[in-house]
């Protein structure tokens, strides 16, 4: 199965709140100024951070939580990890939700993780439900850069509170690349649905901790 392409990201920065003037580059806390060399380091900080998290996640109670998770995994590169975007960003033409809609945003996300803990049980619902909470979290795009690390790494600690590992493999599994990109990118919950049906596997992860 070959990978669909997708158009760039699209940010209204003016004012270069997050970006070297005339240039791309995210600020970062080693003054980086090279693109190549920023993504590199990046990368390397990040996948240190996610390695650190598959032994230790962070419990996922409401967006709060989400923050914290993004801080952990870019907080070594970046001074506003953890922080809530202060631009808009749109992709395939598709805007993102705007700043002024982030507290009520943030309120249902909330409602959606509380229910998931307190009312969704069967392996049907909480494919379902990680798809709606998956699907609203992208929506939001609560960060200037990484949404989609921090995002995996949300459904992943969420699965495990049920009893779930839910590895969203965009790296090497083509299938599952489109699934996840068609559903985030287009708002398509029964393409993310079917994703979780397919990655959702049972396991005891929290009964050995």
Do not use: C
């Not at 590895?167 to 699934?179: F, R, S």
């Amino acid at each position: 199965m070959a990978r669909k392409s997708y158009e760039e990201y699209k940010y209204l920065d003016p004012d270069n709140e997050y970006t070297y003037r005339d240039s791309a580059v995210l600020i970062n806390k080693f003054t980086i100024t090279d693109g190549d060399e920023a993504y590199e380091k990046e990368y390397r900080l990040a996948r240190l951070r996610g390695l650190d998290l598959i032994l230790t996640p962070i419990k996922v109670r409401k967006l709060d939580d989400v923050l914290k998770i993004h801080g952990f995994i870019f907080g070594d590169m970046y001074t506003w990890a953890g922080q809530l975007r202060k631009v808009n960003i749109s992709k395939e033409g598709n805007a993102f939700m705007p700043l002024q809609s982030f507290d009520t945003g943030i309120e249902y996300i909330d409602s959606l993780i509380a229910d998931f803990h307190n009312r969704v049980n069967s392996r049907q619902e909480i494919a379902k439900s990680l798809a709606e909470i998956l699907d609203n979290l992208n929506y939001m795009h609560p960060f200037r850069e990484g949404n989609g690390r921090t995002q995996r790494e949300v459904i992943r600690s969420l699965a495990l509170e049920k009893g779930y590992y839910a590895d969203i493999d965009v790296a090497t599994d083509d299938e599952i690349y489109n699934l996840y990109m068609d559903g985030t990118v287009f708002g398509d919950v029964a393409k993310l649905t079917k994703l979780f049906d397919i990655i959702l596997e049972k396991t005891d992860f929290w009964e050995h901790r």
